[in-house]
């Protein structure tokens, strides 16, 4: 993921999930971890947009949020062009 509005888009049929974005590239941007829960296209904010201003690894853990499909997105960019590598997890408790 390098621009405004790309993103990742997993289904989730799960209440527990983890986001992690491993990122290069030095930008200033904000990382928006989103939701939906019938798969009509409308996205629901999971938590505050993350701002991400330094290379590294970035990890986020939710519980307790029943979702029907899950997203990544760059929410916005201010400076520089991220590199971002998404990975998400759900974890099903049977």
Do not use: C
Not at 40 to 61: A, P, R
Not at 77 to 87: A, E, F, Q
């Amino acid at each position: 993921m390098a621009a405004v509005d790309d993103w990742m888009e997993i289904p989730a049929h799960s209440a527990s999930f983890t986001f992690a974005a491993n990122v290069t590239g030095g930008a200033n941007f904000q990382l928006a971890l989103e939701a939906n829960f019938n798969g009509n296209g409308t996205w629901f904010t999971i938590d505050t947009s993350k701002t991400i201003n330094s290379n590294g690894q970035y990890v986020y853990f939710y519980d307790g949020k029943p979702s029907a499909r899950i997203r990544m997105r760059i929410d916005s960019i201010s400076s520089g062009t991220p590199s971002i590598t998404p990975h998400i997890a759900v974890a099903y408790h049977g």
